[in-house]
């Protein structure tokens, strides 16, 4: 789900780099607002790591198998560590393994970031109405999931298909939408049910790890 | 795991000379107006200055080929779709396929910006270590934050690497095998991700203390470069061809099927 360069014109890329750099303001500021803004950068870096890491995990989807993408746990587990936390992750799948591209990093940071933020407020609301428990966690941990997954598919294939230099007629264009949106579907279930299942392990293994950074 | 990406940054070369906060900028600045190109003569003059580029960079072919071997794999399938599936102009049929005229020249156009973007990519990141790269990208504004969570992403990543290897033996020695799409299946990888948190949790309280040790936060980062005249003439240089290429697709029109007509 990484756009590479050379498909996207430079608006467009030039647009995905400004929403990213204002994000990324915006997230360093809310960091910063803490009484100890670098307390936290530790934690934050190294399940940054752990993330990129659990990203080459492959879930068998017969006859094929798909890695996990997780930016709705990473939002949850995150919260306003989280953009730069994707930006960082991108930038580094981009250099090491020519996943993405340099053109694209603020387009696909924007594609996987902005959902993550959305999953960080939805996981929040587990603590509402008579605080958290198991089953509120689950639930909360599996719409963060599927919502984040979902946001960023329709981002990922909207930007794409509306992007691409060539002349698609609008038929064939709303097709492939259709096809590449249907096609992800199982990718947004299996995403919400690994991070509820996540969300719960933590929470009986190590409650803290769910508080945040 | 591979992170050999600055394994040649040792070498010497103008690019391996130029200041890193200068390189960045410049080259940068060059794979935008790369992807601003959509005339196909100026994409001729791209590959032309691409080759010039890798060249002066004196970074083995052999360097470029490993790294474009995945990313290819995006090509063959633009390749492969993009001249039978778009446009109306059919300039050859091929059995029950038509090649299209407009999905063609898009397709040249989307392979070559790729290939000339992720060469010069290969040439900003291979001829200044990594660790260096970042440095300068806090001299040109990263926030101090985003620059020691990215030094302490990278310094873990391969710890944490060899940490899921060896969960992931563990639980082959136990006799799991990820086949078949199961909930038991799911839940087991979900625990595996969760045990890679809880262990990189864990190891980041230890690590902290020991920055605080030794004066994380308390002194304010050194400077690290120092710019040289000759460092600002070749950046010159290069704004100067980005500016070209910008300009000269403008004045040929800026569509892709400018040469064909």
């Known amino acids: 789900m990484h756009i590479p360069d050379g498909i996207l014109p430079l608006p467009v890329t030039g647009a995905g780099y400004a929403v990213t750099a204002v994000t990324t303001w915006y997230s360093v500021r809310r960091?910063?607002?803490?009484?100890?803004?670098?307390?936290?950068?530790?934690?934050?870096?190294?399940?940054?790591?752990?993330?990129?890491?659990?990203?080459?995990?492959?879930?068998?989807?017969?006859?094929?198998?798909?890695?996990?993408?997780?930016?709705?746990?990473?939002?949850?587990?995150?919260?306003?560590?989280?953009?730069?936390?994707i930006l960082i992750g991108l930038f580094f799948q981009a250099v090491m393994f020519g996943h993405g591209g340099l053109t694209t990093l603020g387009i696909n940071a924007m594609i996987m970031g902005l959902p993550a933020i959305v999953a960080h407020y939805i996981f929040r609301l587990r603590?509402?109405?008579g605080g958290e428990t198991q089953k509120k966690t689950g639930v909360f941990g599996f719409l963060a999931g599927v919502v984040a997954m979902g946001i960023s598919v329709a981002l990922f294939v909207v930007i794409l298909l509306t992007n691409l230099p060539a002349e698609i007629d609008v038929v064939s264009e709303k097709a492939a939408i259709y096809a590449l949106a249907i096609a992800h579907i199982p990718l947004?279930?299996?995403?919400?049910?690994?991070?509820?299942?996540?969300?719960?392990?933590?929470r009986r293994v190590r409650p803290g790890v769910l508080d945040g950074v | 795991m591979k992170l050999l990406l600055d394994e040649y940054s040792g070498l010497d070369s103008p690019f391996h000379r130029w200041d890193p906060r200068y390189k960045i900028a410049g080259l940068i600045a060059l794979v935008f107006a790369f992807s601003f190109i959509r005339d196909l003569r100026m994409v001729l003059a791209m590959?032309?200055?691409?080759?010039?580029?890798?060249?002066?960079?004196?970074?083995?072919?052999?360097?470029?080929?490993?790294?474009?071997?995945?990313?290819?794999?995006?090509?063959?399938?633009?390749?492969?779709?993009?001249?039978?599936?778009?446009?109306?102009?059919?300039?050859?049929?091929?059995?029950?396929?038509?090649?299209r005229e407009e999905g063609l020249?898009?397709?040249?156009?989307?392979?070559?910006?790729?290939?000339?973007?992720?060469?010069i990519g290969v040439v900003l990141l291979g001829t200044t270590p990594l660790l260096t790269n970042i440095k300068a990208l806090r001299a040109l504004g990263l926030p101090q934050i985003m620059a020691d969570m990215a030094l302490l992403t990278f310094r873990?990543?391969?710890?944490?690497?060899?940490?899921?290897?060896?969960?992931?033996?563990?639980?082959?020695?136990?006799?799991?095998?990820?086949?078949?799409?199961?909930?038991?299946?799911?839940?087991?990888?979900?625990?595996?991700?969760?045990?890679?948190?809880?262990?990189?949790?864990?190891?980041?309280?230890?690590?902290?203390?020991?920055?605080?040790?030794?004066?994380?936060?308390?002194?304010?980062?050194?400077?690290?470069?120092?710019?040289?005249?000759?460092?600002?003439?070749?950046?010159?240089?290069?704004?100067?061809?980005?500016?070209?290429?910008?300009?000269?697709?403008?004045?040929?029109?800026?569509?892709?099927?400018?040469?064909?007509?």
């Not at chain 1, 947004?188 to 933590?202: D, H, M, Q, Y």
């Not at chain 2, 590959?47 to 002066?56: L, S, W």
């Not at chain 2, 095998?177 to 990189?200: D, H, I, P, Q």
């Open chain 1, 188 to 202: 947004i279930f299996i995403e919400g049910a690994i991070t509820a299942l996540v969300t719960t392990f933590l």
């Open chain 2, 156 to 261: 873990y990543l391969q710890e944490i690497g060899r940490h899921l290897r060896g969960l992931q033996t563990a639980m082959r020695l136990r006799g799991f095998r990820n086949r078949r799409l199961s909930f038991k299946g799911l839940r087991t990888l979900a625990w595996l991700s969760g045990s890679l948190l809880v262990y990189s949790y864990e190891r980041s309280e230890t690590i902290y203390q020991a920055m605080i040790l030794r004066g994380y936060g308390n002194a304010p980062p050194r400077r690290e470069f120092r710019g040289r005249p000759h460092d600002t003439y070749v950046l010159i240089v290069l704004i100067a061809v980005t500016a070209g290429f910008i300009i000269g697709d403008m004045m040929l029109g800026h569509h892709t099927a400018a040469l064909l007509k």
């Open chain 1, 31 to 85: 960091i910063n607002q803490q009484e100890d803004p670098r307390r936290d950068v530790p934690k934050a870096s190294l399940l940054t790591a752990a993330f990129f890491v659990a990203s080459w995990i492959h879930v068998p989807v017969p006859p094929t198998s798909i890695h996990l993408v997780l930016n709705g746990l990473l939002g949850a587990l995150l919260g306003y560590y989280a953009f730069p936390a």
């Open chain 1, 127 to 129: 603590k509402a109405r």
């Open chain 2, 105 to 119: 020249l898009a397709a040249i156009l989307i392979a070559a910006r790729f290939t000339c973007i992720l060469t």
């Open chain 2, 47 to 99: 590959a032309g200055a691409t080759i010039i580029i890798y060249a002066i960079s004196r970074l083995p072919a052999s360097f470029l080929a490993h790294r474009l071997r995945y990313p290819s794999i995006f090509l063959v399938v633009i390749m492969l779709t993009l001249p039978f599936l778009s446009g109306s102009d059919v300039v050859a049929t091929w059995g029950p396929l038509a090649v």
